[in-house]
């Protein structure tokens, strides 16, 4: 059995795995990922990019290449909803195509202050771009095709063994850190007796209970819809329900009907159950060109008791920490949160900068929004899924009409709570976090449909832009960034020899004028390399190495600081 060491091993070459790899490549510490698949997938998986995770792919620099995946530029990407897809349209929420979203993103919209509108593309197809760009950095090792067998952790750090599953070889590899990002039957967060906590098993009308997704080809899917091209298409009447997801704009779909209780079968069983029910939701046959079929269970809303061991060794994020009903595509997007908050703090303390503390916040952080954003999926999940439907909802009648129009009001309500949530995206708060400062300002509430830019310690850093397509978000340095906004004249030389003495990478960035200066509400910030604000002041903090140090995890207590 041969052996290697490395910095920080990662079980699982998903979109949360890879994403710490590039945090981690990108600031050159060691690392290697296993993922048991050979190579990217090739079934559909999640349907939407939120306008967040957009934002890191661009602090990463490749938020244009996951751009251009997905719907054609110019296909709507509307939300809307049928008795049967042949039959008639209930309901119909407008969104804006890729190249209008891209047109308008500098004119001011309150409701949505971001660089990067919200994208809809397939998760495969990102997966693709997320392993190109870990490739990119030599210190990053992907090992697709290899498999985590078991691990111990010692104060020292990690003893895992590996095996090729081509050939059975197994390879003993010692690690500093060990990342679970292997999925909702995570063998690292088994190994640690972490459990999931929260709901399981709910059953509903639609999205409770055991799933199929059908995958297909069609040309004649425009000819027989009858209502105009969408992003999303919802199926609902009292015999059947389903969900179309436009995957390229041209003529791939992805169907996703509920089995019934009781179900079983191979795969050709489920072929032929799937495109039964496609047909049935359609109302009408039409050529389709089966790709394949996956089945699936909705009806969770689960969160890990911890995100890691008590030593501090080894970490879970994405599936491995929480598991979603995908409503409102908070699973994926959670999972890239995680990544962008536990990548830079394993960087840290990799190089030395990052102090024990640091690395305790990822759960402090992370497992409310965990909380958070389960709770957001679950009320989704029951909003659609046990919607009442009439018995006249498809009749030719009086009371027919009557019913489809109330059950299109209630589904376009729905529609807008589900998706026009910029507060989900963009409200994320870390302000009881132990490393950051909090300097006594409450925060506006956190709520599902509103987002407010503020400068509070904790809050992602707001948006605004400095010219035409440069946001602040772009002037930011790679890790920490001291923020001077308007005439500030403060003496800054404190706090940049502070994070000279624990070695913390640190960028200085002058933005005069006011338009900054009120978004944030101070004239001095820190901003971390998530772009959270760790720190708001108007003067030169007393205690510049206090500062520091809290931000970075070498916190001295509160008597000290």
């Known amino acids: 059995m041969t052996s290697q060491t490395t910095a920080v091993l990662i079980a699982g070459g998903g979109v949360a795995g890879l994403f710490v790899a590039i945090e981690l490549g990108r600031r050159g510490v060691p690392c290697i990922v296993l993922e ?46 049928f008795t049967r897809y042949a039959t008639r349209e209930l309901a119909r929420v407008q969104w804006p ?35 190109r760009q870990a490739e990119r950095w030599p210190s990053v090792q992907l090992r697709f095709g290899c498999k985590l067998l078991r691990y111990a952790v010692n104060d020292d750090g990690v003893e895992a063994e590996v095996i090729v599953l081509a050939t059975g070889a197994q390879q003993h590899i010692r690690a500093n850190y060990l990342v679970g990002a292997d999925g909702p039957r995570s063998l690292v967060r088994e190994g640690l007796g972490i459990r ?21 080809r069609s040309q004649a899917w425009r000819e027989v819809c009858c209502g105009g091209p969408a992003w999303q298409y919802w199926a609902i009447n009292r015999a059947d329900r389903g969900l179309i997801c436009a995957i390229d704009g041209i003529d791939r779909y992805v169907f996703h009907t509920q089995l019934p209780q009781g179900t079983s079968g191979g795969t ?11 047909m049935r939701a359609t109302g009408r046959e039409f050529a389709v060109d089966l790709i394949g079929t996956a089945e699936w269970t909705a009806g969770f809303a689960l969160v890990a008791e911890r995100y890691g061991d008590d030593r501090q060794r080894v970490f879970i994020l994405g599936d491995a920490a929480h598991l979603f009903t995908p409503t409102g595509g908070q699973g994926y997007n959670t999972a890239v949160d995680d990544a962008a908050n536990l990548g830079w703090k394993l960087a840290a303390c990799c190089q030395g900068w990052g102090g024990r503390a640091l690395l305790a ?4 952080e992370r497992k409310p929004i965990g909380h958070r954003n389960t709770a957001f999926a679950r009320a989704m999940a029951d909003s659609i899924g046990r919607m009442p439907v009439v018995d006249a909802l498809e009749q030719d009648s009086t009371e027919g009409d009557a019913a489809r129009a109330a059950l299109g009001m209630q589904l376009a309500q729905h529609c807008n709570t589900e998706f026009d949530i910029p507060g989900i995206h963009l409200g994320v708060f870390y302000g009881q976090s132990g490393v950051v400062c909090n300097d006594g300002t409450a925060a506006p509430a956190d709520r599902w449909d509103r987002y407010l830019p503020h400068g509070t310690p904790g809050a992602r850093a707001p948006h605004c832009w400095l010219g035409e397509d440069l946001s602040i978000h772009d002037r930011f340095g790679r890790d920490f960034t001291l923020l001077r906004l308007g005439d500030c004249a403060a003496d800054t030389a404190a706090l940049q020899a502070a994070a000279q003495a624990r070695g913390v990478p640190l960028s200085l960035l002058d933005v005069p004028g006011e338009q900054a200066h009120a978004l944030y509400g101070g004239q001095l910030l820190l901003i971390r390399p998530d772009h959270h604000i760790a720190w708001r002041g108007n003067a030169a903090p007393a205690d510049a190495q206090a500062v520091i140090d809290r931000v970075t995890g070498w916190d001295r207590g509160p008597e000290q600081r």
Do not use: C
Request: charged share 30%.
């Open 196 to 216: 999931y906590e929260g709901h399981a098993g709910e059953q509903r009308e639609f999205m409770g209970g055991k799933m199929l997704a059908v995958y297909y």
């Open 97 to 131: 195509s890729r190249r209008e979203a891209e047109r308008s993103r500098q004119q001011p919209n309150e409701r949505w202050p971001t660089p990067e509108p919200l994208h809809r593309t397939q998760q495969m197809y990102i997966e693709g771009v997320l392993r």
């Open 36 to 81: 048991d698949d050979p190579g990217s997938p090739t079934f559909p998986k999640a349907n939407a990019t939120t306008s967040r995770s957009m934002e890191h792919y661009r602090r990463l620099g490749f938020a244009e290449e996951i751009r251009a995946l997905g719907l054609t530029e110019d296909h709507p990407q509307d939300i809307a909803y």
């Open 268 to 278: 050709s069983a489920s072929d032929r159950i799937g495109v039964q029910a496609l």
């Open 361 to 364: 916040s990822f759960e402090a």
